[in-house]
């Protein structure tokens, strides 16, 4: 009898733990959904193929991110290969950027062939996500999992070649993989875009959030630090 009694509390505390890890696993999933719906606006192509088949890849690999935006063969990388990124809202401190660099494991990846920092154009910086839960701004494979809280207003801070820069955000919005006109250049201003799938943790990764800032003069920097 006793054993029997132990087995059943076995049993639901079993069942409890497996309860709880989905509830962990799904919870995230499902509250990204309903504010996703209401916080960032669908810019997606009217003429891009949603691909199922992207669950195959590998998104360690900043070269699976997007379909049809593939590196260039006569890219070059600069002389300057890698440069830091701070993100106060995010905790996030001297992350390094790797210019045309493949392997988010290591570390932020900015698309190569992109406005470098402080230039006129456009710099894309990838970076990978897990579920919320078990993110770590320190640790590359977990660093943009709460991209998805940044608000219009917060400030990203840039350290190139000695030089410090200041964006602040003013967009966000989600795209398909086949979207790439995300990867464009506007030559108006010094832009940088950070990019992540969504929503973090999803096996399939089906869309990419865009967070979009745009560069400060240095006398406007710190006003709108939000930590």
Not at 41 to 47: A, C, K, Q, T, V
Request: aromatic share 10%.
């Amino acid at each position: 009898m006793k054993k029997k009694r132990l087995f059943q509390v076995v049993a639901v505390l079993f069942g409890l733990i497996g309860v709880l890890i989905l509830s962990a696993t799904l919870y995230p999933l499902v509250s990204y959904e309903l504010i996703s719906r209401e916080k960032f606006p669908s810019l997606i192509s009217p003429m891009a193929e949603d691909r199922s088949d992207m669950a195959q890849y590998d998104y360690t690999k900043a070269s699976n991110w997007f379909i049809g935006g593939e590196k260039q063969a006569d890219y070059s990388p600069p002389k300057v290969a890698y440069y830091n990124l701070t993100i106060p809202a995010l905790r996030i401190e001297d992350a390094t950027v790797t210019i045309g660099g493949e392997d988010l494991s290591e570390s932020l990846i900015q698309y190569p062939g992109t406005a470098l920092p402080g230039k006129r154009g456009n710099s894309v910086i990838f970076g990978h996500s897990i579920l919320p839960s078990f993110y770590d701004p320190t640790d590359y494979i977990a660093i943009f999992s709460k991209l998805p809280t940044l608000e219009k207003g917060d400030e990203i801070f840039i350290t190139y070649d000695g030089l410090d820069f200041t964006y602040v955000v003013e967009d966000m919005f989600e795209v398909l993989p086949t979207d790439i006109q995300v990867l464009e250049q506007n030559s108006s201003d010094s832009f940088v875009t950070l990019v992540t799938c969504t929503p973090p943790g999803h096996p399939q990764k089906p869309k990419r959030l865009i967070v979009r800032a745009r560069v400060v003069p240095p006398e406007q920097a710190n006003v709108n630090t939000r930590t």
